[in-house]
């Protein structure tokens, strides 16, 4: 399994952004994906995770992101509205099977004015 971030960028607080990945391979074995994201001199961190059509989000971002994937376009997305300076991170997106998990290489995604 590959997994390739797009989109990331520079946004005001209070603006949105969209993340991208793009993943390929053996995907008929993954079982789950999410966006997680890490600041500096802090842990990695699960954002959103999304398994068959269901969607679970870490507290702070619910009602703010949106987590969504299109098989048939072999894309995951995170529409990330009302940003915050704490949401700067790197974004990075994970694929989950039975045993592996995979990582893409990571977007930065930084909220300032």
């Known amino acids: 399994v590959q997994l390739v971030e797009s989109g990331g960028g520079l946004v005001q607080p209070g603006g949105s952004l969209q993340v991208s990945c793009a993943f390929s391979?053996?995907?008929?074995?993954?079982?789950?994906m999410a966006w997680y994201r890490q600041s500096p001199g802090k842990q990695r961190e699960m954002v959103a995770r999304?398994?068959?059509?269901?969607?679970s989000y870490v507290d702070d971002v619910k009602d703010r992101f949106t987590i969504s994937k299109d098989n048939d376009k072999r894309t995951m997305s995170l529409q990330m509205n009302n940003l915050k300076p704490e949401d700067t991170a790197i974004y990075y997106c994970?694929?989950?099977?039975?045993?592996?998990?995979?990582w893409g290489q990571g977007t930065q995604v930084t909220v300032s004015l």
């Open positions: 391979g053996n995907i008929a074995i993954i079982y789950s």
């Open positions: 999304i398994i068959g059509d269901r969607a």
């Open positions: 994970n694929a989950r099977t039975v045993p592996h998990e995979y």
